[in-house]
C-alpha cells in the first residue's frame, strides 16, 4: 500500500543535542509538509516543499531547518532542542494542484527532550 | 483569510448516540473543507472533505458532513457512535493558493461511553 512512513516513531534527546527525524513516501507525490503537534493542540505547519522548492512558515523558528533530497524522502533537522520542542512530529504529503487535494499523514514521531 | 472554528473542544456521548460535531468556517472565497480523525499517538487520517460537488459528504466510518453555505457551516454527524469512534477530530479549510496548504481548527474531542 502507498503510505507515508516516519522513523523513528519516538525519539528521545538531550536538551541541546541536534536531532534529525525522517520522512518518507511511496505515493509519489510533489509536495511534503512538516506539522509540530503539541499535546491537546491542532497541528501547525512548520514548512512544506513543493518539489525542490522550500517554504517556509513566518513564525517557525530557525532552530527548525528541513531537508529533501529527493521526491520520496524529507528531514526534520531541530539544531538546538529545548524543551518546548517536545511534541509529536507529524510528516504529510500530497499531490500538486489548485485545492481541495487531502494530504496523507504519517504516523508521526513523538519528540522527547531531556 | 481563511479560518474554521470548532465549537467544542470535548463531546460526550452514550453509545448508539448520535454524533455531531460542530465546524464553521471563514473564507472569502469558496472553500475546500475537511475532516480528519486522530487517534492516539497516529498520524492524522482523512474522514472526508468537501470540495463543492455535493453538498452532503459522504465518508468512512459512517461519518458524513453538509456544507452549508448559508450558515457557514461543516459540521460532522454519525448516526449511532460506536465505541471505537472515540478519537480526535479536526476540521481543516484548504488555502487557495500553492502549497494547498491546510488550516486546521482546535480539535474536538469525542468521548463514547456505554
Known amino acids: 500500500d502507498a503510505m507515508v512512513i516516519q522513523n523513528p516513531r519516538y525519539q528521545v534527546t538531550q536538551f541541546g543535542k541536534p536531532v534529525t527525524l525522517s520522512c518518507s513516501q511511496t505515493?509519489?507525490?510533489?509536495?511534503m509538509y512538516w506539522y509540530q503537534q503539541k499535546s491537546s493542540q491542532a497541528p501547525k505547519l512548520l514548512f512544506h516543499?513543493?518539489?525542490?522548492?522550500?517554504?517556509n512558515e513566518a513564525d517557525t523558528p530557525d532552530n527548525f531547518q528541513s531537508r529533501r533530497p529527493n521526491t520520496s524522502f524529507c528531514f526534520l533537522d531541530i539544531r538546538s532542542p529545548g524543551l518546548g520542542d517536545a511534541a509529536m512530529y507529524l510528516c504529510?504529503?500530497?499531490?500538486?494542484?489548485?485545492?481541495?487535494?487531502?494530504?496523507?499523514f504519517g504516523p508521526g514521531t513523538r519528540l522527547t527532550v531531556l | 483569510a481563511q479560518s474554521v472554528t470548532q465549537l467544542g473542544s470535548h463531546v460526550s456521548v452514550s453509545e448508539g448516540a448520535l454524533v455531531l460535531l460542530r465546524c464553521n468556517y471563514s473564507?472569502?472565497?469558496?472553500?475546500?473543507l475537511f475532516w480528519y480523525v486522530q487517534y492516539p499517538n497516529q498520524g492524522l487520517q482523512l474522514l472526508l472533505k468537501?470540495?463543492?460537488?455535493?453538498?452532503l459528504v459522504k465518508g468512512i466510518n459512517g461519518f458524513e458532513a453538509e456544507f452549508k453555505k448559508s450558515e457557514t457551516s461543516f459540521h460532522l454527524t454519525k448516526p449511532s457512535a460506536h465505541m471505537s469512534d472515540a478519537a480526535e477530530y479536526f476540521c481543516?479549510?484548504?488555502?487557495?493558493?500553492?502549497?494547498?496548504?491546510?488550516?486546521f481548527g482546535t480539535g474536538t474531542q469525542l468521548k463514547v461511553e456505554l
Open positions: 504529510a504529503t500530497s499531490a500538486s494542484g489548485t485545492g481541495g487535494l487531502e494530504q496523507f
Open positions: 505515493l509519489n507525490h510533489n509536495v
Open positions: 516543499y513543493y518539489d525542490k522548492d522550500f517554504n
Open positions: 473564507s472569502s472565497v469558496p472553500p475546500y
Open positions: 468537501y470540495t463543492s460537488a455535493a453538498t
Open positions: 481543516a479549510v484548504s488555502h487557495t493558493g500553492g502549497g494547498n496548504k491546510l488550516t
